[in-house]
């Protein structure tokens, strides 16, 4: 039976598996709108926050600390069957229940976290490769939703850099990026 964070997952996923699907493996060392990442460390960081998400959604335990290097074999696919079982893992209504033992944020917060993690990151890897990328509306007002809520503790934390001062002509999604540390006129050299 899917929830909220399921369905808004469901809506993310196949734009992002999609540009995972199209990445080249000469674009790995190229440089991406995160500052601290090349492609190959943002496509491993996406790869644990499908892992970790489906932990999260498990009650389980999750570590952060730790990024493998899951570019090996047919690492495209993998990414596709691991998104699948993340959307899977939070189907279930009495995931989003309570606070997470691990984390000690809500169930919910959580997941939309993964949720804003896919849109953003999706948008850091559409550029850095050159791909187009759109984002389906309902997940911008989850991101916002999520960052009106987080934003200034994931600031804090170091997940999100300085809000980019952006102007009166930009876009929701440029709005929503500049809150995430991230210059919405970004491009790749």
Not at 88 to 95: E, F, H, L, T
Not at 129 to 145: F, H, N, P, S
Request: include cysteine; charge should be negative; aromatic fraction near 6%.
């Amino acid at each position: 039976m899917p929830t909220e964070i399921s369905d808004l997952l469901q809506r993310a996923v196949p734009a992002v598996s999609g540009l995972v699907a199209e990445v080249r493996d000469e674009q790995l060392p190229q440089a991406t709108p995160c500052a601290e990442f090349q492609v190959r460390d943002l496509l491993n960081h996406l790869f644990q926050v499908v892992a970790n998400s489906r932990l999260v959604a498990a009650r389980k335990e999750v570590d952060w600390s730790v990024t493998a290097d899951a570019l090996t074999g047919d690492w495209r696919a993998a990414f596709a069957a691991g998104t699948r079982d993340m959307i899977a893992a939070w189907s279930d209504p009495g995931v989003l229940d309570g606070v997470s033992p691990g984390m000690g944020l809500p169930q919910r917060t959580l997941g939309l976290m993964m949720v804003v993690d896919l849109v953003v990151h999706g948008w850091d890897l559409a550029l850095a490769t050159g791909q187009r990328y759109e984002v389906d509306e309902t997940l911008l007002a989850a991101t916002a939703e999520f960052l009106d809520t987080m934003g200034d503790m994931g600031r804090q934390m170091g997940a999100f850099g300085p809000v980019v001062p952006v102007g009166a002509d930009t876009g929701r999604f440029g709005q929503l990026l500049a809150l995430t540390g991230r210059d919405p006129d970004w491009r790749a050299a």
